[in-house]
Nanobody
Framework: QVQLVESGGGLVQAGGSLRLSCAAS??????MGWFRQAPGKEREFVAA????????SYADSVKGRFTISIDNAKNTVYLQMNSLKPEDTAVYYC???????????????WGQGTQVTVSS
């Protein structure tokens, strides 16, 4: 079983920054990713990274503002979020897959989520 523990959410003003962390334990996996769900909306993909750190993928809405990275020694993935906008407000979930980075439907282990709120 995989356990994912997220941290780093909070309240920030528009234009500010936050860094999310997700520590994983349990089984091995090939990729880690971040998804988010805003009130009244479906969960959407944000960013993902392969275990080696070479392969990354971003949603168009966050490209150039968010950066995903991984620390293999700590089994931890980070999401650095800069230039935050009110529309980034959502619960952010960490997830892992034994599939490929870009196959979003294969992410099958999920964290509990962390709230990110961006005020205007």
């Amino acid at each position: 079983q995989v356990q994912l523990v997220e941290s780093g959410g909070g309240l920030v003003q528009a234009g500010g920054s936050l860094r999310l962390s997700c520590a994983a334990s349990g089984r091995t996996f090939n990729a880690m990713g971040w998804f988010r769900q805003a009130p009244g909306k479906e969960r959407e993909f944000v960013a993902a990274i392969g275990w080696s750190g070479v392969s990354t993928s971003y949603a168009d809405s966050v490209k150039g503002r968010f950066t995903i990275s991984i620390d293999n020694a700590k089994n931890t993935v980070y999401l650095q979020m800069n230039s935050l906008k009110p529309e980034d407000t959502a619960v952010y979930y960490c997830a892992v897959t034994r599939g490929v980075v870009t196959e979003h439907s294969t992410y099958n282990y999920w964290g509990q989520g962390t709230q990110v709120t961006v005020s205007s």
